[in-house]
């Protein structure tokens, strides 16, 4: 992203990532379209953009990026596109394959080329550290082999090979960011950290699926947004991959039991099987990021989690 590239469009720029990178985009001025169909997967997303409404800088459409004719019209005078639209959830994929395909596949398919004969000049596109499946090594760097375990990690790796089709050989400049398990304020509902708080606050077991040890590599969302950002930023990588990852890895139950005692509510925890798809750890090398974007993870777990709380108290109420 050149200083005078100040048009972008943020595809699912109304979720949890989407929406930060459309705030800290229009703190520094640029004119951000955000293109999000307001997917029923969860509800209450308005809350996170409805602060933008009167900044004349932000536009927001409602659009499925399936539909291909107004995904492109939309693009037209667009200098970057960052690509975070999809049909998240490793679980809801084993019930729901054909949308998270359609989505996640097809939806990006069709974002490549609209980007392709609207000229962008970058696209941006949220992949998962879930393409990996399970780590023969760790930490896990770009070439480490890619055998997702899940339908969501397959869509997502399905995703990333037009991508770089589109960038070898059509030209379309295209960077696959590799996000790992993102948390903080508007964190999606159906993930673990927002289920946790929930359990807390409600005094209910808190459950665990498996028996905890497994560990995870938690990005703060600032973290991610700075990433997300120096990649588009960065001149030169089109057709990379970059890990984008805390830089760190904790089990489960530290997690768990640094959420009871922060929230300062005790909560027995009940161990339940683990679930189709989940990986064992998540351990993300973040060098080549570091390297070549000048990525640094800088919110640690602990302030990350008072910070998801502090957001999770004040806005429970209206989740209920
Ligand atoms: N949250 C994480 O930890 C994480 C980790 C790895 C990768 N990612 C990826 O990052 C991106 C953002 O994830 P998130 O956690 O913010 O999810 P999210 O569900 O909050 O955001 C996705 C947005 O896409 C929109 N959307 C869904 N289908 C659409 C369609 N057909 N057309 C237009 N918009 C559509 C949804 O309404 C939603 O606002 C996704 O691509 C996800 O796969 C997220």
């Known amino acids: 992203m050149k200083s005078d590239d100040k048009k972008v469009l943020i595809t699912g720029g109304v979720g949890f990532i989407a929406s930060h990178l ?6 520094k001025h640029y004119y951000v379209i955000a293109y999000d169909n307001f997917d029923s997967y969860y509800s209450g ?12 800088n932000f536009t927001l459409i409602k659009g499925d990026i399936l539909d291909y004719e107004t995904l492109r019209n939309v693009m037209k005078n667009i ?3 960052f ?3 999809a049909q998240p959830g490793v679980r809801y994929s084993f019930q729901n394959p054909v949308k998270t395909n359609n989505v996640n596949v097809s939806g990006t398919l069709n974002v490549l080329r609209a980007a392709k004969e609207e000229n962008i000049k970058k696209v941006i596109f949220a992949s998962s550290s879930s393409v990996y499946g399970s780590p023969k090594y760790m930490p896990v760097d770009e070439k480490h082999p890619t055998k997702p375990i899940s339908i969501y990690g397959a869509s997502k790796l399905a995703a990333e090979n037009y991508c770089r089709i589109f960038s070898d050989k059509l030209g ?11 948390y903080g304020p508007r964190q999606r509902p159906d993930l673990a950290f927002f289920k946790w708080a929930r359990q807390i606050f ?11 040890t497994q560990t995870r590599d938690f990005t703060y969302i600032d973290d991610a947004i700075n990433g997300t ?3 588009a930023s960065t001149a030169s990588i089109e057709g990379e991959v970059f890990n984008i990852g805390g830089g760190s890895r904790i089990s489960v139950n530290d997690v768990v039991n ?4 922060f929230i300062g509510i005790n909560a027995e925890i009940v161990y339940e099987s683990p679930k189709l798809g989940d990986v064992s750890d998540t351990r993300a090398d973040i060098s080549k990021a570091e390297e070549i974007l000048g990525y640094t993870p800088k919110v640690n777990l602990e302030e990350g989690l008072k910070r998801f709380i502090k957001w999770f108290e004040k806005t429970k109420s209206r989740l209920d």
């Open 83 to 85: 690509h975070l639209a």
């Open 258 to 261: 640094s959420l009871i005692r």
């Open 172 to 182: 379309l400049p295209v960077i696959i960011l590799r996000y790992h398990t993102v």
């Open 45 to 56: 997303k308005e809350e996170n953009i409805r602060h933008n409404f009167k900044n004349p």
């Open 202 to 212: 409600e005094r209910k077991p808190i459950t665990i699926y498996g028996n905890g």
């Open 22 to 27: 459309v705030d800290t985009l229009l703190d």
């Open 229 to 231: 950002i120096k990649a």
């Open 79 to 81: 200098d970057v596109v």
